[in-house]
């Protein structure tokens, strides 16, 4: 049976913590193909203006190209209004097929979020549940029981590193490369993405 893991997020901008999450959490689940798919308009992130989808769809298919395992989907991108990930999951079993295994991989902070639908959801998908830096994460406390073997916690060491971060750092005028790869960093300088009060 084929394992896909599907790996949600805003990524804006994408950085070496999802991507090495992605690596550790394909090995240690022996996931055929992780995908990443980039939010459209994320319903947790009303209030703060994210940058456009073009630039994170972009960076994203920069971070994972010639990477073998990894691909890109612009499902929710491409969705009309909010995408929950139940319609993505939905999306993902039409695309591969119902027989195949889906993992959503998160990290400790957003597996803590709400999630419509849940119990349809945890029916269709298994989580994989990613501890990182910073975020506190206690399975027996946090889960409900009855997703309890639904969800994997994932306990290695994660990089301390955020978008959040990033764009910070950007703003100030600060080198990043160490946190993302070179061809992001680099589309980052051509577009003029997070200088100082820009979030085109
Ligand atoms: P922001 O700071 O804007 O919230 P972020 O770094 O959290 O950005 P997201 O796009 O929000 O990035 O995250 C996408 C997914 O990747 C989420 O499930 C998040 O928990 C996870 N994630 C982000 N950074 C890391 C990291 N350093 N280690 C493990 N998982 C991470
Ligand atoms: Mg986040």
Not at 13 to 25: D, N, Q, R
Not at 42 to 61: E, F, I, Q, S, Y
């Amino acid at each position: 049976m084929r394992r896909i893991g599907i790996m949600g997020g805003t990524f804006d901008p994408i950085h070496f913590g999802h991507l090495v999450t992605a690596e550790k959490v394909q090995e240690a689940f022996s996931l055929n193909e992780v995908v990443f798919v980039p939010s459209g308009n994320p319903p947790h992130k009303k209030n703060r203006l994210v940058t456009k989808a073009v630039h994170r769809l972009a960076m994203v298919k920069l971070a994972v190209e010639n990477h073998p395992g990894f691909s890109v989907s612009s499902v929710e991108i491409e969705r009309e209004g909010y995408s929950y990930a139940l319609d993505t999951v939905d999306e993902f079993h039409r695309i591969y097929g119902a027989d195949t295994a889906l993992f959503f991989i998160t990290g400790a902070d957003a597996i803590l979020e709400t999630w419509h639908k849940a119990d349809e959801l945890m029916a269709k998908c298994e989580f994989i549940a990613a501890t990182r830096p910073g975020y506190h994460f206690d399975e027996e406390h946090v889960l409900p029981v009855a997703y309890q073997d639904r969800v994997h916690v994932f306990r290695e060491t994660a990089l301390a590193i955020s978008s959040s971060q990033i764009r910070r750092l950007l703003g100030d005028g600060a080198d990043v490369s160490k946190m993302i790869p070179q061809s992001v960093n680099n589309y980052i300088k051509t577009h003029g993405l997070y200088e100082k009060e820009s979030h085109d």
